[in-house]
C-alpha cells in the first residue's frame, strides 16, 4: 500500500475507544471509512463478515472481548469473538484479497520478562483474556497472509472508561489511591495508536506483527503519580501497594514492556514516550471534563 492511494477501510468494533480515535484518523488521511459496531456486524457469523468486507481495500479488525476479568468465567463466549471472530474477518478479507490490519493485546505474554518483549517472542498467555487473543492472533496470519498484527497495551483514551479516567475521579473523591507497583508496563493513547496504524497501512512495511506501544516503561503507581502531577495535585496522595493487595479473577502480566524493533526495521517511528502523551491527553477538552 502507498500513502497517496485513498482506501475503502472498513473498521470492525467502532464503538470501541480505540475506533473513536482511528475512525477519524484515518478520513483525515483521506481514506473513505466504513465504521461497523456491534450492532451492524457481528464477526462471529461468518457470512455477515464476509458481506460487510465485501468492496473494501483494507479491513481493520479492532472489535473484541476485552472484559479481562468476566472472560475467566466466559471463555467459550471471549473465544468466540477474539479467535473465532478474527477468523471470520480473516477469512472474509483475504477472500476480498482486502488486507487486515488486527489488533492483539500484551497479554499474549506471560508477562515474566525483563527485557521488552520482541514482536517474535513466544507467547504464552496466563488468562482467559490472553489465550483468545493468542488464537486470534494465529488465525489471522494463518488465514490472511496480507495481515499486520498490531499489539497494544495499557490502552487509554476519551472513547471509553479507562485508567487515566478512573484515576481522575478518585483523585476528586479521596485524599489518597492506592495503586499497584509491581505491574510495568506502557501506557498507550489511543489517539497515538490510531496515528501509528493510519501511517502503518499507509507505508511499505512488510504484513508481521507490529507493537503499538508507548516509548518508555513506568508502573501502575508511577503513571498514577504523573497523572496527579499533570492534573496540579499532590503525587504524594498516591500510594504503592501490590497486585496480592488487590486479587483478581484473571492474573496481570508483571512485565508488559514491548519492543518497538519491527517498526523501526519497517522505517517507522514508534509512538511517542507515555508521559508526552499524558500530558497531551489530560490537555484535550474530553480529559478536562472528567
Given at each position: 500500500m502507498t500513502a497517496d492511494r485513498s482506501l475503502k477501510v472498513l473498521v470492525t468494533g467502532a464503538g470501541g475507544m480505540l475506533a473513536h480515535d482511528l475512525v477519524p484518523a484515518?478520513?483525515?488521511?483521506?481514506?473513505?471509512?466504513?465504521?461497523?459496531?456491534?450492532?451492524?456486524?457481528d464477526i462471529t457469523d461468518p457470512k455477515a463478515c464476509a458481506v460487510a468486507v465485501a468492496g473494501h481495500d483494507l479491513v481493520v479488525n479492532t472489535a473484541a472481548w476485552t472484559a479481562v476479568d468476566d472472560a475467566e468465567s466466559n471463555e467459550p463466549v471471549?473465544?468466540?469473538?477474539?479467535?473465532?471472530?478474527?477468523?471470520?474477518?480473516?477469512?472474509?478479507?483475504?477472500?476480498?484479497e482486502a488486507p487486515l490490519l488486527h489488533v492483539s493485546t500484551d497479554y499474549v505474554f506471560d508477562g515474566q520478562a525483563t527485557k521488552p518483549y520482541a514482536a517474535d517472542s513466544p507467547v504464552c498467555p496466563r488468562s482467559a483474556y490472553g489465550r483468545t487473543k493468542a488464537a486470534g492472533e494465529w488465525a489471522v496470519r494463518a488465514l490472511c497472509p496480507q495481515s499486520w498484527v498490531v499489539r497494544t497495551a495499557w490502552l487509554y483514551g476519551a472513547g471509553g472508561p479507562n485508567f487515566v479516567e478512573t484515576m481522575t475521579r478518585l483523585?476528586?473523591?479521596?485524599?489518597?489511591?492506592?495503586?499497584v507497583d509491581d505491574q510495568v508496563g506502557q501506557p498507550t493513547w489511543t489517539v497515538d495508536l490510531a496515528d501509528l496504524i493510519v501511517r502503518l497501512v499507509g507505508s511499505s512495511a512488510p504484513y508481521g506483527i507490529y507493537h503499538g506501544t508507548s516509548q518508555g516503561q513506568v508502573s501502575w503507581f508511577g503513571f498514577t503519580r504523573a497523572i496527579f502531577e499533570k492534573l496540579g495535585l499532590d503525587p504524594e496522595r498516591v500510594q504503592p501497594t501490590t497486585t496480592e493487595a488487590f486479587p483478581r479473577p484473571a492474573p496481570r502480566p508483571a512485565w508488559s514492556v514491548l519492543s518497538h524493533d519491527t517498526l523501526v526495521d519497517a522505517g517507522l517511528t514508534p509512538i511517542q514516550d507515555w508521559r508526552r502523551a499524558i500530558g497531551a491527553y489530560l490537555s484535550t477538552p474530553d480529559a478536562s471534563s472528567v
Open positions: 484515518l478520513e483525515a488521511a483521506g481514506h473513505s471509512v466504513t465504521a461497523a459496531n456491534r450492532a451492524d456486524l471471549a473465544f468466540a469473538i477474539n479467535a473465532v471472530g478474527a477468523a471470520n474477518v480473516a477469512r472474509a478479507a483475504a477472500a476480498a483523585a476528586h473523591e479521596r485524599d489518597t489511591v492506592s495503586v
